[in-house]
């Protein structure tokens, strides 16, 4: 291996039925950098990192990792871990009812001399390693009484401590606020100055340009090339990872113009949630797309949650055409013409051991009741349509959901609402973790729903992506709605309604 190199792959391959997932792709890893994989979905990322880490069992290629002689084969996690590498995902995968210390050292305690386990010694271990890395907790309390990002900070720790030259972080930031990433990427740094090479998968590209190192691009399985960050402006990155010039983002246009005269769709009055929603109205006309903002725990989801029923609202009344409705359940809202697309597709959208097909139409049925069963060809009729729609890329109908990358489980889900034929949709982060391609898709189908007289209430973490999609946004600060913005739409305008409440 090259001096200063931890880790390379050559040549790895990997076949799905029907879907060449790896064709021939090449990495390589440098001591003491952070080194972004980029891609959209259904690029090849998960899938390398599988490769890399013993989940999959590669068919063609070979992994070389700094002190082990010959190529290197892991058939699990654990012999990841024996030669180095260790992953932290997106979702944490640690106890969150055990102490920091205990989730630290789970599976390699140590112990006395009667073999029982030595909680002085790891207490004041885990102490150590935390504030080696300058992490800020008592390793004696229970990890779910930290935040995300701390629970991320710890099962990186773990990695470290179990001596990692390689360390693999799977969109860490996705659910994470700008104090929280900025955090993590301190911590990060930290560990790139001591010699740990860092492979980071995100899909924000402003995170890219603010840690990274290095950048590998994948495309449709197949390596595409490998840049320092100095030398890949932001739209050339684009532009390799999509295959083609840049579409820009920027270019999608929604109609300004005034809703008012339009039919109200949804009115909503004095509605809240003990502990999460305080009273709010909210109305929204036909054909109108309706953005909440706020930072994560404004209470965005928790609104949206109010309007659906998915937490039933203990005061205040709704409207929805017109018509005095009471919704204490999502299956009300539902017979109401209203769909929602959660935050959560893993926990609350994708049932991930059925196929895309009953996926799709799983809303459908269970507007229709036990008793109107869809038969198989009506629900095939069905999942072509919305797979050639909204180009959901999956080699059947029939292929379990979670085969599909995040981005094509997404909109799977979408696909399930739109099957219902709704008049209002919520769409709760619909783009969080996807891909910039998929995000543009999303956007532009909002913009044309809503063209063709549906209403939208769409939840976003990026300013930007809701400048674009929504004629008029509602502000959300702790549980409150302080605010509502319409011909003042800009960034600046939006910032300043959510750090100081009513604009003026």
Not at 90 to 118: M, W, Y
Not at 434 to 452: F, M, N, P, R, V
Request: with cysteine.
């Amino acid at each position: 291996m090259e001096d200063n190199v931890v880790l390379t792959a050559r040549g790895i391959s990997m076949t799905f039925p029907g879907v060449k997932a790896l064709d021939k792709v090449d990495f390589t890893l440098r001591k003491g950098e952070i080194h972004a994989l980029m891609g959209e979905n259904g690029a090849g990322k998960s899938t390398l990192i599988k490769c890399l880490t013993g989940i999959n069992d590669f068919e063609a290629g070979e992994i070389h990792i700094d002190g082990i002689d010959g190529p290197v084969r892991n058939h699990s996690t654990r012999d990841a871990q024996n030669v180095g590498i260790s992953t932290v995902y997106q979702e944490v995968n640690l106890c969150p009812n055990l102490s920091v210390a205990e989730n630290l050292f789970i599976g390699r305690e140590p112990l006395t001399k009667l073999h029982t386990i030595d909680r002085k010694s790891y207490n004041s271990r885990s102490q150590k390693i935390m504030d080696d890395l300058g992490i800020s907790v008592d390793v004696t309390q229970n990890l779910e009484n930290y935040s995300l990002a701390i629970q991320q900070m710890v099962a990186i720790a773990r990695a470290v401590d179990m001596e990692c030259k390689v360390l693999i972080l799977d969109e860490p930031t996705s659910s994470l606020d700008d104090e929280e990433v900025e955090k993590l990427f301190v911590l990060m740094r930290r560990l790139r100055d001591k010699g740990v090479g860092i492979v980071f998968v995100t899909h924000f590209l402003e995170q890219v340009y603010e840690v990274c190192d290095r950048i590998t691009v994948l495309r449709n399985g197949k390596y595409v090339g490998e840049y320092p960050i100095a030398e890949l402006p932001r739209v050339k990155l684009v532009a390799a990872m999509m295959g083609k010039d840049l579409d820009d983002l920027a270019e999608i246009k929604k109609e300004n113009r005034n809703f008012e005269s339009e039919e109200l769709r949804i009115s909503a009055k004095g509605l809240s949630h003990a502990g999460t929603v305080k009273p709010f109205d909210l109305d929204i006309h036909k054909g109108e797309v309706v953005g909440i903002g706020g930072l994560l725990g404004s209470g965005r989801s928790e609104l949206a949650r109010c309007i659906y029923g998915a937490d039933k609202a203990q005061t205040g009344t709704l409207e929805v055409n017109g018509e005095h409705v009471k919704i204490n359940q999502p299956i009300d809202a539902m017979n109401k013409g209203m769909g929602m697309l959660p935050d959560d597709r893993k926990a609350e959208g994708i049932i991930a051991d059925l196929s895309v097909r009953e996926n799709i139409i799983l809303a459908l049925q269970a507007k229709r009741g036990m008793f109107k069963q869809l038969s198989r060809a009506q629900q095939e009729e069905i999942a072509d349509r919305y797979i050639d729609l909204i180009q959901i890329k999956t080699a059947s109908k029939e292929t379990l959901v979670k085969q599909l990358s995040g981005g094509n489980q997404q909109k799977v889900i979408l696909a399930r609402w739109l099957a219902t034929d709704p008049d209002f949709l919520i769409l709760d982060e619909p783009t969080r973790g996807i891909d910039i391609g998929t995000k543009s898709e999303i956007q532009k189908l909002i913009i044309k729903l809503a063209d063709e007289g549906k209403s939208v209430l769409f939840i976003s973490s990026e300013i930007s992506e809701m400048l674009r999609t929504c004629n008029r946004m509602v502000i959300m600060r702790d549980g409150q709605k302080v605010g509502e913005l319409d011909r003042e739409l800009s960034q600046e305008g939006v910032m300043k309604a959510i750090a100081g409440g009513e604009q003026e």
